[in-house]
């Protein structure tokens, strides 16, 4: 899952990037247990920041290239948050063809999800990956 989250006059934009595992368990069910969060670092347009702000965006902007590599590293590459074991939840599969899954979770609350566009080469393997 890839969230996007922008403010209303889009100047900042923030992602947050959901990492899962899904294993069958049966003919109609399946369990998907949550891997990894990724929470990126805030992308801001700086032609979009008000002029009052352009100084403190200026001094936050030294501050961080200021930082030890390791450290700057670590926020420009985002913030990691291991779930493995932690977030799990199961379901079973209502509805299944070539273009669409419904899931249903153990609240009975479905979910459909649509498959993705191929690429368009010859040699490509088919595409198994849906998104809701």
Do not use: H, N
């Not at 890839?2 to 899904?22: H, P, R, Y």
């Not at 913030?79 to 153990?106: C, H, N, V, W």
Request: net charge negative; proline share 8%.
């Amino acid at each position: 899952m890839d969230v996007v989250i922008k403010d209303g006059s889009a100047k900042m934009e923030s992602k947050f990037i959901l990492s899962t595992k899904l294993t069958v368990e049966g003919p109609l069910r399946m369990k998907e247990e949550y891997v990894e969060a990724i929470l990126e670092t805030p992308t801001v347009i700086e032609e979009t920041v008000p002029e009052q702000l352009k100084g403190a965006f200026g001094q936050a902007v030294s501050t961080m290239q200021q930082l030890p590599v390791p450290i700057r590293d670590a926020f420009s590459s985002g913030l990691k948050i291991p779930l493995t074991g932690t977030f799990q939840r199961l379901f079973m599969i209502s509805y299944l063809d070539d273009e669409i899954l419904i899931l249903r979770d153990a609240a009975g609350i479905p979910e459909v999800l649509t498959r993705l566009d191929a690429p368009a080469s010859p040699l490509a393997e088919p595409i198994a990956e849906y998104e809701s």
